[in-house]
């Protein structure tokens, strides 16, 4: 085996805490993972985990060396993209998260065209609402519309997208039509949840005046995917809050209408974020500007 396949394994696996966890990352068995950290430590003749039942613990030695091994793969990164770059022939994997609104619209339909201009580049799509733990899951580019808490990432503002409040014509007939945040609360409007963990969605901001106010809302369904609380809110099950983008469509024949349009949801900004020194790369240079440039046309077409 590669020596610097066993480093690149320990890395992953010190990150991930597990070694089927990072096997499945590196598209291995977990016997090969396991085999591939057995031949490291018997090559530095020091044990570099801990063994427990829950999760792998990095010894003191492993703790010193994944330090190294990180200076060492991004050394190898920085000398392969130089050398691409050079060559006029970016080539490799490129792993990239999205939320599925975006992702379904933007990233995915221009996916086969950047692979038809760059053929010897791969691009491994991970498409979910849920927060994506760049670091952790080995994920080279994320598009995102949450507010991040401070992080080394680095980050590139793509565009403002306007969030909507709507329901479907239906839901308003018998519940009534909420002119604002106030209204929706106190009329017991059933507000359809983008939930999962870590979530802070089912608190929703609507501008009042010249500031924006939180409301605590609640309804009968919640989801982590958002397509599903679109679905639920065309067949009259309750109000969404969305980007305007994702409801246009919907909006402009009439199957959802908008409402609280005179105190909207604060908007959100689609961002492109990355671990700074993969920017070095020419792949994911290129993959970055191609995106964001197909993001924004998109985002123009459907304001």
């Known amino acids: 085996m590669s020596y610097v396949d066993n480093i690149r394994m320990f890395v992953r696996v010190f990150e991930l805490g597990s070694m089927s966890a990072a096997a499945r990352d590196q598209r291995v068995s977990p016997a090969v993972s396991s085999s591939r950290i057995a031949e ?27 330090d190294g091994a990180t ?59 849920r927060f994506i733990d760049i670091t952790a899951e080995g994920i080279d580019v994320a598009f995102s519309m949450h507010k991040l808490p401070d992080s080394n990432l680095k980050r590139r503002v793509i565009a403002d997208c306007e969030r ?16 604002n ?47 599903v609380l679109t679905q639920w809110a065309l067949d009259g099950r309750g109000i969404i809050n969305k980007p305007r983008f994702e409801v246009a469509e919907h909006l402009n024949t009439g199957a959802l209408v908008e409402v609280c349009a005179e105190t909207p949801p604060s908007p ?12 070095q ?16 046309q998109e985002l123009k077409k459907r304001a």
């Not at 500031?211 to 369904?221: L, R």
């Open 164 to 179: 909507v409040l709507c329901g479907s014509p239906d839901y308003l007939a018998i519940k009534g039509t909420p002119k």
């Open 281 to 296: 790369d020419p792949k994911i240079r290129l993959f970055i500007d191609y995106m964001a440039q197909k993001c924004s």
């Open 71 to 129: 200076q060492i793969l991004e050394t190898i990164e920085r000398s392969e993209a130089a050398i691409a770059e050079i060559s006029n022939n970016p080539r490799g994997s490129i792993f990239v998260g999205a939320p599925l609104g975006v992702g379904r619209r933007f990233i995915a339909p221009y996916v086969p065209y950047f692979k038809e201009k760059y053929p010897l580049i791969d691009v491994r799509l991970r498409l979910s609402d």
């Open 181 to 227: 945040g106030v209204e929706l609360v106190k009329n017991n409007h059933h507000c359809l949840l983008l939930r999962f963990p870590g979530t802070a969605e089912f608190r929703w901001t609507l501008k009042t005046d010249n500031s924006y106010k939180e409301y605590d809302v609640k309804g009968p369904f919640e989801s982590d995917d958002g397509d």
């Open 268 to 279: 959100v900004q689609l961002s492109c974020l990355y671990p700074h020194r993969r920017y």
């Open 40 to 66: 490291l430590e018997r090559h530095l003749n020091v044990r570099l985990f801990n063994r427990t039942t829950r999760r792998l613990q990095p010894t003191e030695h492993g703790k010193v060396f994944y």
